[in-house]
């Protein structure tokens, strides 16, 4: 099974509406890290929480970090469009010389005008 | 724009040839990380470099090979390539190689082998 696991894999939403992206760790976090990826493209930073209760807001993407349970969720508010892309979470994961991110699999947002 | 630097942004080769991919990183930043990205495989953890130091190896083949220079931007050389090895090879940096500290990609370098 995956170190880190995302779900729902894809998720379609009508614009306006509100969703939720999923992210649970099989192993202990060392921070835990969301990006956004249009296809093709580079991840773009979207928030990194590092201790469990933490919530972090960047304008309409709110993402929050359940430390005990090793799970994170990013909700999105009143979708727009331009929320489109995949969106990765990324766990900080500790090698004993240096911390390093794994990813998850990835969500595919589409937001339906 | 992240700050961190990718060049070349496509790269076309044939098999068997070898390839350079070149990183700088954020200013400040002294942590690099390389990573492969492919559709069966998702985003792979590669290697890291801390201030010209090897510090975490992942799912690296030996074919593959990485340095971190003095002025702190980083090379991936890929040989004896494979079709196998087609992906989109990205970079990022931090400050720390401990602790947290945010983590910025590059646009990255797109290769296919023909």
């Known amino acids: 099974s995956q170190e880190l696991e995302q779900s729902p894999q894809s998720l379609i939403v009508q614009e306006g509406k509100n969703l939720t992206i999923n992210c649970t760790s099989s192993?202990?976090?060392?921070?835990l890290y969301w990006y956004k990826q249009k296809y093709g493209e580079g991840l773009i930073f979207l928030m990194m929480?590092?201790?469990?209760?933490e919530e972090k807001s960047h304008e309409k993407i709110t993402a929050k970090l359940d430390e005990k349970k090793q799970q994170s969720s990013l909700h999105i508010t009143a979708s727009q469009p331009s929320h489109a892309g995949i969106y990765l979470c990324?766990?900080?994961?500790?090698?004993?010389?240096?911390?390093?991110?794994?990813f998850g699999s990835g969500t595919q947002l589409t937001v339906l005008p | 724009d992240s700050g961190v630097t990718q060049t070349p942004k496509h790269l076309i080769t044939a098999t068997g040839q070898r390839v350079t991919l070149r990183c700088s990183p954020r200013?400040?930043?002294?942590?690099v990380y390389w990573y492969q990205q492919s559709l069966d495989q998702g985003l792979q953890f590669l290697i890291q470099?801390?201030?010209?130091?090897?510090?975490a190896k992942g799912n690296i083949l030996e074919r593959f090979s990485a340095q971190q220079f003095p002025d702190l931007h980083s090379e991936l050389n890929l040989s004896s390539l494979e079709l196998g090895d087609s992906a989109l090879y990205f970079c990022?940096?931090?400050?720390?190689?401990?602790?947290?500290?945010?983590?910025?990609f590059g646009q990255g370098t797109r290769l296919t082998v023909v």
């Open positions: 990022a940096s931090s400050v720390g190689v401990r602790g947290y500290s945010e983590a910025f």
């Open positions: 192993k202990t976090l060392y921070g």
């Open positions: 929480l590092q201790k469990g209760g």
């Open positions: 990324g766990a900080g994961r500790d090698s004993g010389s240096a911390r390093q991110l794994t």
């Open positions: 200013s400040g930043d002294l942590s």
């Open positions: 470099y801390y201030n010209g130091e090897e510090r």
